[in-house]
């Protein structure tokens, strides 16, 4: 299992309600990215073998108004790109992906605010 704990929400610029410039876009993509990669670097275990078929639940602490499930998962898209570019996963595809789910939980305190990422291996 890989568990990637971001201290906020998708950025803004790429969630599936933006309407930012592709530069900008573009600039948050690969930032978002970079944190991505930093955080799988810091698993404890390294995986020995690529995992073939995966879920991914995406648990969200959030103060104030949540974002909206597609949105939430839209703007998650390019982590799970970082899946396939690290060879975590073959591809993206429903082949490999065979579940994405959304859970969410208000917290009293932006500081609390954060969003867990969580890909586990299913037969």
């Known amino acids: 299992m890989i568990t990637i704990t971001y201290p906020f929400m998708p950025p803004a610029e790429l969630r599936g ?3 930012s410039h592709w530069r900008a876009k573009n600039a948050k993509k690969k930032e978002f990215q ?4 930093w955080y799988m670097h810091q698993q404890n275990e390294p995986l020995a073998e690529p995992m073939d078929k995966v879920t991914i639940k995406y648990t969200a602490y959030y103060c104030g108004r949540p974002i909206d499930i597609d949105n939430l998962i839209t703007g998650m898209k390019y982590a799970q790109d970082c899946l396939t570019i690290q060879g975590i996963i ?3 595809s429903p082949d490999h992906i065979k579940n994405v789910s959304v859970e969410y939980h208000r917290v009293k305190h932006k500081r609390q605010v954060q969003l867990v990422m969580e890909v586990t291996e299913v037969d």
Request: hydrophobic share 20%.
């Open 34 to 37: 970079e944190l991505t990669f």
């Open 90 to 92: 073959p591809d993206d």
């Open 17 to 19: 309600n933006s309407r």
